[in-house]
């Protein structure tokens, strides 16, 4: 009885904490910006944030057991700690996902797929069901390759892979994920094998990763393609869903924002509207943070009046979201601003982990965000249906309305 009403208490302080971040993160900012107790940590200011980020040898990634259950008993870099299997894996995946592919095939298809679903839509549409989702899955199909088995459950597939991943234990998402990356390797693996029988008819990423694997590269078998994919598509598809929901909803709750944003929507000013989304994702934050466990004893802010020692073992949680409110860091971070440098978001990580996605990110999220701006009289439905609806932590439902 007594634990019951101990772990009510304690539920009730973890939902508070978690609908004040910001508020916290704040006080913690100044009163305590690295905070550990027990065998958890917090870390909140911006210059502390990014030590650990760039430690990663000390802070390592957390992903690699359920990864492992992801791939059948392989891995995937994200998984990985500094290696030489790391560096080797995104070195191939670099080569293959190049960036000048963002201008001269990315760029170009996100804006034709966003706007045709636009086109179609006459006055409503649910974003994430029928636009940012199809988007970012579309993506995946014409520039990687994998189209999916079906649109929708492949969607649905990689985000409940990346609730397991991501997210804390949970025996009903292990199934759900667990099946669904089952799904996901057979479906790539035919892929694959499908396309071994029809070369050189595309230019995308499949075939790039053929290619290297007929030069003979390391790391470049079937399997290892197939892991690749398997961990770019999760990353890739509700990740970039949740951002342009998350930025056209933080618009619409800015009346003057959303004016001057459809203006540059309307003159396609890419470049604007990429600080928009960055600057909007700061108010409206993809996540608190990013997960690590220390490998060893070590001293964040070695040298200054905050130095603290986080104890080897601990789990760290490394606060982007409230770095990128520090007042110590940023001008004015209360303020909406679209001069700031680019170093000061992180919103894609930092140090050896930094997305591999950072720059198809901007390109992709922009654009869809770009395509629901340009259309007159943008508003939130009525009611429940025009406030971003959740499931897990990914927006299942977010429905805007416009005139043209
Ligand atoms: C095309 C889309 C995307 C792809 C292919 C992708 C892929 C990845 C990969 C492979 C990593 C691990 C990098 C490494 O281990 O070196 C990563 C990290 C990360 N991605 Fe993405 N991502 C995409 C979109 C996004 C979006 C939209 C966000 C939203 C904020 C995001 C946030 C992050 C963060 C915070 C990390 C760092 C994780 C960590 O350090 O623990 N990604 N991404």
Not at 93 to 107: F, N
Not at 325 to 343: A, W
């Amino acid at each position: 009885m007594a634990s019951d009403t101990q772990n009510s208490i304690v539920k009730k302080i973890q939902a508070w904490v978690f609908n004040h971040l910001d508020l916290v993160f704040t006080i913690l900012r100044w009163v305590k910006p690295v905070l550990v107790f027990k065998n958890f940590a917090v870390v909140t200011r911006f210059e502390y944030v990014q030590e650990v980020l760039s430690r990663d040898e000390i802070f390592l990634v957390t992903y690699q057991e359920k990864m492992e259950k992801v791939t059948a008993g392989e891995n995937f870099f994200l998984g990985m700690q500094n290696s030489p299997r790391y560096t080797r894996d995104v070195s191939n995946m670099r080569l293959v996902v190049r960036r000048d592919d963002i201008a001269e095939k990315i760029a170009p298809f996100v804006d034709d797929c966003a706007a045709k679903i636009m086109a179609s839509a006459h006055g409503r549409i649910d974003v994430p069901v029928e636009l940012s989702r199809v988007v970012a899955t579309r993506l995946i199909g014409d520039y990687f390759g994998t189209p999916g088995w079906n649109e929708v459950e492949f969607a649905d597939a990689a985000s409940s892979m990346f609730q397991y991943l991501f997210f804390p234990d949970d025996p009903e998402l292990e199934k759900t994920a667990l099946k669904a990356a089952a799904k996901s390797r057979d479906y790539i693996d035919s892929t694959i094998a499908e396309r071994k029988r029809n070369r050189r008819q595309h230019d995308d990423v499949l075939e790039r990763c053929l290619q290297m694997q007929d030069a003979g590269m390391a790391g470049m078998s079937d399997l290892d393609i197939r892991n690749n994919f398997i961990g770019l598509i999760i990353g890739a598809i509700p990740t970039t869903s949740k951002c342009a929901v998350l930025v056209l909803d933080y618009l619409l709750s800015q009346p003057t924002l959303l004016d001057q944003a459809q203006q540059a929507a309307r003159t396609n000013d890419n470049d604007a509207l990429t600080q928009y989304m960055l600057e909007a994702l700061r108010f409206n934050p993809f996540t608190p943070g990013i997960g690590r466990i220390t490998a060893e004893d070590y001293v964040v802010g070695r040298g200054t009046l905050r130095a603290t020692k986080i104890p080897k073992g601990t789990n760290v949680l490394v606060a982007t979201q409230s770095a990128m409110m520090d007042c110590l860091k940023l001008k004015s971070p209360r303020q909406f601003q679209l001069d700031r440098p680019n170093y000061q978001y992180l919103h894609f990580g930092f140090g050896l982990h930094t997305c591999f996605g950072q720059y198809i990110n901007r390109a992709q999220i922009t654009r869809i965000v770009k395509a629901v701006l340009q259309h007159q009289g943008l508003r939130r439905a009525a009611g429940q249906e025009g406030q971003i609806q959740y499931e897990g932590p990914f927006p299942v439902h977010f429905v805007v309305e416009f005139d043209d």
